[in-house]
C-alpha cells in the first residue's frame, strides 16, 4: 500500500452533471421519524417538504429517502406492500411528486429506497403465491420449499433469520417459505422472470417521476443457489462467503441483475445512479457492486465497524480508494445510519469485548449501561471522525440527527419498540437492543409537542435530554453540532476537488493528516494529547487551543 493514494483523478463536477453522485453529501431521511406535518404521529412526505429549507441550509447534494411505501410495518417499511406508491398514512403520489420539485428546486437530488430481496407477506404476488398453492407459477416467484416429516411438518432446514427465530415459515400445505428477516418478509426467487419484470417497472415509474437515483437493499442478497438437500444452519456458516458461490450471500450471478438494471439506469438523462447496501466480506468484494456497468457505487461501512482509531481509520481510507479506483467507482464513507447505533453513543461506549469487537457490534447498545456510557467522548469523538469523514474524497451519507449530535435513546419501553430485531433476537449478545433506538423522531424544537416533531407526540416516545439537541436550540448557537457541519457542508465545495489525498506525515501514530490535490488539509488527532501545528497556520474549521489541534478533533486547513 503506498502512501499517495491517487484515484482516477475525476474532476469534482457540479450537480447537473451525470457524475454528481461521485462526491456527494447525501442525507438519509427515515420518513416515518423525520417531520410529521399532519399531527398523525407519524413522520411524513409532506414533513420532508416543510423541511426542503432546512436541508438547503444544512447544505447537503440529495436526500434518501427510506421506504414510505405502502407497509404494515413489521421492518419499519423494509416490508413492502407495493412499490409503486405512497403509504396512505405517509402522503400520496401528489405529495411525493410535490417533494420532489421542492427539493429539485433548491438543487437537492432524490434518492429512493429499493428492497428487492423481500416483499411483504401482503404484496399481491405473495397473496398470490399463496392462493394458487404448490408447484404453480406464483409460488415460484418466492422460494417455497416442501417440508420434512410425514406430512412436511418440519422445516425444510433448521435455517436461523437474521433477525432471530426460524426462517422458513409454513403456509398450512406442506409447504414452507424462505425469509431472510422478518416473518412477513418473503424472499423473491429472481431465478423467475416476473421478479425480474416486476422491479424494472418500479426502477422506470420512480425515474420517470424524476427520482435521481436508488439505494438498494440488502443488494447482496438476492441470488440464490438452493440444492434440493439443503445444508443445515451450521454448514452454511462455515462456508466460504468470499469466492461468490455461497448459496446465500454475495453470489457472483447477483451483478446479472445489476447489469440488467443499469441499462434501464442508462435510458435516463442523466443516468440513473445507485448504491448498494451490500455487509459483504471484503473490500474487494464490495468494489464488484460498484462497477459502471453495475450498480455503480457501494456502501462502506468499514469506518462505521472501526473504533475511533487512526491506524483503523489510515488503513481503511487507503485500501477503499484504491478499489474504488480500481472500478472506477468512487468510495462512499458512513458513520451511522437506520440500522446501527448512533455514532456519538458508539464512541462512548465501554471498550467492546470479544467477539462482540467485530460482527454486527455496531449493532449492539445491550451490555452497556447508561452509567457507562461516556457521552461527552462519544460526542467529541463523533464530530471529530464526522469532519474527517467530510473532508475524504468521494461520497458521505448522513443520517438524519447526526447533523445535532444526537445520540442513541437507549432506555426506550420494551412495550415501545417497534424494530424486529428486539422482539425476535435470540441473542441479546449479538442483537443488543435492536434498533429504535436511532430511530426515534427528530427534535426541531426545545419545546413544545414532541420537539417540534408533529402536534400528535412521537411514534417512538422521545426523551426529555432531546430538547438539547432541537435544531432551533442548535441554530442559536455557533459553536454547536448544527452550525459546525453546516459550515464544513458549505467549505466542502471549495476542498472537493480531485477524488485523490495524500498523507502526510505528523510524528504521531495518533494523529492523521492528509491533503487534498489543491492543498486543503484535513488533521485529526485520536489522541488525548493537544497536537500543534506550525506556527501561523490557522484553521478554516475547527479551533486550535494554543496553537494545538486538541484531544479527539478535526481542523481544515485551506490550500
Ligand atoms: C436492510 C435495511 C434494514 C432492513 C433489512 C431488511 O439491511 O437497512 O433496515 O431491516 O435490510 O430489509
Not at 440464490?224 to 454448514?235: F, G, R, Y
Not at 457505487?297 to 472501526?306: V, Y
Not at 453513543?345 to 467477539?355: I, K, N
Not at 447498545?365 to 474524497?393: H, N, V, Y
Request: proline share 6%; glycine share 10%; hydrophobic share 40%.
Amino acid at each position: 500500500m503506498t502512501d499517495a493514494v491517487l484515484a482516477a483523478g475525476v474532476p469534482v463536477l457540479g450537480s447537473d452533471d451525470a457524475a454528481w453522485w461521485r462526491q456527494a453529501v447525501v442525507y438519509q431521511v427515515y420518513p416515518r421519524s423525520f417531520a410529521d406535518s399532519n399531527g398523525d404521529g407519524l413522520g411524513d412526505i409532506r414533513g420532508v417538504t416543510d423541511k426542503a429549507d432546512y436541508l438547503a441550509g444544512l447544505g447537503v447534494d440529495a436526500v434518501w429517502l427510506s421506504p414510505f411505501y405502502p407497509s404494515a410495518l413489521a421492518d419499519g417499511g423494509y416490508d413492502v406492500d407495493d412499490y409503486r406508491n405512497v403509504d396512505p398514512r405517509l402522503g400520496t403520489l401528489d405529495d411525493f411528486d410535490d417533494m420532489v420539485a421542492a427539493l429539485h428546486e433548491r438543487g437537492i437530488k432524490v434518492i429512493v429506497d429499493i428492497v428487492p430481496n423481500h416483499s411483504s407477506d401482503r404484496h399481491e404476488m405473495f397473496r398470490a403465491a399463496l392462493a394458487a398453492g404448490k408447484g404453480s407459477p406464483e409460488r415460484d416467484r418466492y422460494i417455497f420449499r416442501d417440508g420434512l416429516g410425514e406430512n412436511g411438518e418440519l422445516p425444510p432446514a433448521d435455517w436461523a433469520s437474521i433477525f432471530g427465530g426460524p426462517a422458513w415459515e409454513p403456509v398450512g400445505d406442506g409447504q414452507w417459505y424462505f425469509h431472510h428477516f422478518a416473518t412477513e418478509q418473503p424472499d423473491f426467487n429472481w431465478d423467475n422472470p416476473d421478479v425480474h419484470a416486476e422491479f424494472l417497472h418500479t426502477l422506470r415509474f420512480w425515474s420517470d417521476r424524476g427520482v435521481d437515483g436508488f439505494r438498494i437493499d440488502v443488494a447482496h442478497g438476492l441470488s440464490k443457489d438452493l440444492p434440493a438437500v439443503l445444508p443445515s444452519q451450521a454448514e452454511l456458516d462455515a462456508m466460504d462467503t468470499t469466492d461468490g458461490r455461497h448459496p446465500l450471500w454475495d453470489r457472483d450471478a447477483v451483478h446479472e441483475i445489476y447489469r440488467e438494471w443499469r441499462r434501464v439506469f442508462d435510458e435516463y438523462d442523466p443516468p440513473r445512479i445507485a448504491v448498494a447496501e451490500a455487509w459483504v466480506a471484503t473490500p474487494e468484494r464490495r468494489a464488484k457492486y460498484a462497477t459502471p456497468d453495475g450498480l455503480g457505487q457501494a456502501f462502506n461501512f468499514d469506518l462505521l465497524e472501526a473504533d475511533f482509531d487512526a491506524a483503523q481509520f489510515r488503513h481503511i481510507v487507503t485500501d477503499n480508494l484504491a478499489q474504488s479506483a480500481a472500478t472506477g467507482s468512487s468510495s462512499t464513507w458512513v458513520l451511522s445510519n437506520h440500522d446501527v447505533v448512533r455514532h456519538a453513543t458508539r464512541y462512548g461506549l465501554p471498550p467492546r469485548r470479544g467477539s462482540l469487537a467485530k460482527q454486527g457490534s455496531a449493532w449492539i447498545l445491550a451490555g452497556a449501561p447508561a452509567d457507562q456510557i461516556d457521552l461527552a467522548r462519544g460526542s467529541r469523538q463523533a464530530l471529530a471522525a464526522s469532519l474527517f469523514l467530510l473532508g475524504l474524497p468521494g461520497s458521505a451519507y448522513l443520517y438524519q440527527g447526526e447533523e445535532l449530535g444526537l445520540h442513541e435513546v437507549g432506555d426506550i419501553k420494551a412495550e415501545d419498540r417497534q424494530d424486529p430485531a428486539f422482539f425476535r433476537g435470540a441473542d441479546p449478545e449479538r442483537d443488543g437492543l435492536g434498533r429504535d433506538g436511532c430511530r426515534v423522531p427528530l427534535p426541531w424544537t426545545g419545546t413544545g409537542s414532541s420537539f417540534g416533531f408533529g402536534a400528535a407526540g412521537a411514534h417512538i416516545p422521545q426523551p426529555d435530554w432531546f430538547a438539547g439537541y432541537a435544531v432551533d436550540v442548535e441554530d442559536a448557537d455557533p459553536a454547536s453540532s448544527l452550525n459546525t457541519y453546516r459550515r464544513a457542508l458549505a467549505l466542502r465545495h471549495e476542498l472537493q476537488t480531485g477524488e485523490s489525498l495524500e498523507w502526510m506525515e505528523t510524528g504521531r501514530d495518533d494523529v492523521l493528516r492528509f491533503v487534498r490535490p489543491n492543498g486543503w488539509q484535513v488533521v485529526t488527532n485520536f489522541g488525548a494529547e493537544p497536537f500543534a501545528l506550525a506556527e501561523g497556520e490557522a484553521p478554516v474549521l475547527g479551533e486550535l487551543v494554543d496553537g494545538a489541534v486538541p484531544a479527539e478533533t478535526t481542523v481544515w486547513l485551506r490550500g
